[in-house]
């Protein structure tokens, strides 16, 4: 009986488990960079017309309010100015985080100039 109670809260606790950005929020003052540069570094990297700079091994993005450290993979499309970091250890953010309510993999995503970046 308390193995089928068990697997059954599992259950329902998994399939509770919404993968959209909620209502969990985290609100920080924004301190506009003066500087507009963007910083990165990886192991490779490689480059697409259509879908911009893919860093992959160990990246590194730095960029007004947003840095990345150790991503397994980052995305940076500097034509329209968004980022997508996938599997990252550390991450410094100033402005508000919306992060989703069950985090299965480490992926942000934000829109360079914006003051709201996700987490799912």
Same mark, same amino acid.
């Given at each position: 009986?308390?193995?089928?109670?068990?697997?059954?809260?599992?259950?329902?606790?998994?399939?509770?488990?919404?993968?959209?950005?909620?209502? *969990?929020? %985290?609100?920080?003052?924004?301190?506009?960079?003066?500087?507009? +540069?963007?910083? #990165?570094?990886? &192991?490779?990297? =490689?480059?697409?017309?259509?879908?911009?700079?893919?860093?992959?091994?160990?990246? *590194?993005? %730095?960029?007004?309010?947003?840095?990345?450290?150790?991503?397994? +993979?980052?995305? #940076?499309?500097? &034509?329209?100015? =968004?980022?997508?970091?996938?599997?990252?250890?550390?991450?410094t953010f100033t402005g508000l985080l919306q992060v989703a309510q069950c985090v299965t993999e480490e992926t942000l995503t934000y829109q360079l100039g914006d003051s709201i970046a996700y987490v799912y």
């Amino acid at each position: 009986m308390r193995l089928l109670f068990f697997s059954l809260f599992v259950f329902f606790s998994l399939s509770s488990c919404k993968h959209e950005p909620s209502s *969990n929020k %985290k609100e920080v003052s924004i301190q506009p960079s003066e500087d507009n +540069s963007v910083e #990165y570094s990886a &192991e490779r990297s =490689e480059v697409d017309p259509d879908k911009g700079i893919t860093l992959i091994g160990n990246a *590194n993005f %730095k960029a007004g309010v947003l840095e990345i450290q150790d991503a397994d +993979s980052l995305i #940076y499309n500097p &034509e329209t100015g =968004e980022i997508k970091a996938i599997r990252y250890k550390g991450m410094t953010f100033t402005g508000l985080l919306q992060v989703a309510q069950c985090v299965t993999e480490e992926t942000l995503t934000y829109q360079l100039g914006d003051s709201i970046a996700y987490v799912y």
